[in-house]
């Protein structure tokens, strides 16, 4: 088959295609034709050694793919040849071969059927960010509460945009950051209440003022570095910021000072440490909703199999949604 392959730890630049043996589903497992994948900054940290996995080389990146079934390994029962699936997450593109490949071997109990009315592009486009989204909104003990504040930093990207949409989905009131203004539009179509650059000298006051004495209850954070004080400053008492990101960078002068007299509670997300069975029945709900709020998955590109580096150079400037590639 044809694969995207990793002989180091010098980054997506030094990818390069090549004919590699076909994988083999062992017992449990299923062989996918890849159709569509979809790229994650955490692709360009694991080929930067930036990333906690060191899978054997040389590697195949990519954790996100749909396609269809080609062959089952021993044992598995419920997928067959023929059915149109997608991955959810699990170990392919982190310690095994991933999805920036004509075919993949997963686990069976890591894919899912393709949901009613989705397309491929879709499928491939949306596990790893709802998933992380999902925990980032859940992790503190269960659904947040109807009429919550929901703040969402880098909420243009597929994590944020993910976070939008089940926020809305739970009722909350939600707050989105954007440093474009084309991307803010579109995400108050895609139900962001309010929307705000997070470069604003008065970012604070302009999410107070549209806030009218609330604060935010739950803030899901991307970007880390200078902007994390202004989104501890935002939040009420007993409020919470789930770390997923770090798109920013680190955050400056940190004074833990800040989170007594409000009781805060900063919690990290990790979508590494959902069980094949956890991230089923996240899934199941991710999709109910969805389909509840009338919304899909939203993509921003599609570039051909070849141009997989020029995928990653869309990733890196913010896109809005998700970056695929078009295997086959
Ligand atoms: N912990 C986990 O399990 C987990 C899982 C998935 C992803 N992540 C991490 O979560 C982060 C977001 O992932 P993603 O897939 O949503 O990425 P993405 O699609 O690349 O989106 C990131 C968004 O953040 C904003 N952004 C980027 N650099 C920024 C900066 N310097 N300052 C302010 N905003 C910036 C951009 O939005 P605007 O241009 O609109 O401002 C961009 O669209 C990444 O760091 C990723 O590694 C973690």
Redesign the pocket.
């Known amino acids: 088959m044809r694969a995207w392959l990793m002989d180091g730890y010098e980054g997506i630049e030094r990818l390069r295609q090549a004919e590699v043996p076909d994988p083999q589903p062992g017992p449990g497992e299923v062989l996918l034709k890849v159709r569509y994948a979809a790229l994650?900054?955490?692709d360009a940290?694991l080929a930067q050694a930036q990333y906690p996995a060191r899978p054997p080389l040389p590697h195949i990146l990519g954790r996100d793919g749909a396609g269809e079934v080609l062959a089952v390994g021993a044992g598995v029962e419920g997928v067959k040849p023929g059915d149109l699936v997608g991955i959810l997450r699990c170990e392919a593109g982190v310690e095994r071969w991933g999805t920036f490949a004509e075919k993949v071997a997963v686990p069976a109990a890591s894919v899912a059927p393709l949901p009613e009315g989705w397309t491929l592009e879709e499928m491939a486009a949306a596990p790893?960010?709802y998933l992380?989204a999902w925990q980032a909104l859940v992790q503190w003990g269960g659904l947040p509460s109807p009429g919550q504040v929901l703040l969402v930093?880098?909420?243009?990207?597929?994590?944020?945009v993910a976070s939008v949409m089940l926020g809305r989905s739970m009722g909350m009131t939600v707050v989105a950051?954007?440093?474009?203004a084309e991307?803010a539009r579109r995400l108050r179509e895609l139900g962001a209440d309010h929307v705000f650059d997070?470069g604003a000298p008065d970012l604070k006051q302009q999410v107070l003022g549209a806030l009218d004495g609330k604060r935010v209850d739950l803030a899901v954070d991307?970007?880390a570095?200078p902007?994390f004080h202004t989104v501890l400053q935002l939040l009420g008492y007993g409020g919470r910021i789930s770390v997923?990101?770090?798109?920013?960078?680190t955050v400056p002068d940190f004074n833990t000072a800040m989170l007594f007299f409000r009781r805060l509670r900063i919690g990290?997300?990790?979508?590494?440490d959902y069980t094949p069975e956890g991230a089923q029945t996240a899934w199941k709900e991710i999709v109910r909703r969805l389909a509840q709020l009338g919304q899909k998955p939203v993509i921003d590109s599609v570039f051909a199999f070849d141009q997989l580096k020029d995928a990653f150079r869309r990733?890196a400037e913010?896109?809005m949604g998700?970056v695929l590639v078009k295997v086959a």
């Not at 990290?268 to 590494?272: K, M």
């Open positions: 994650n900054p955490a940290f790893l960010v992380t930093t880098g909420a243009s990207g597929g994590v944020g950051l954007s440093r474009s991307k997070p991307l970007v570095g902007l997923a990101g770090r798109s920013g960078g990290g997300v990790s979508v590494g990733l913010g896109p998700k």
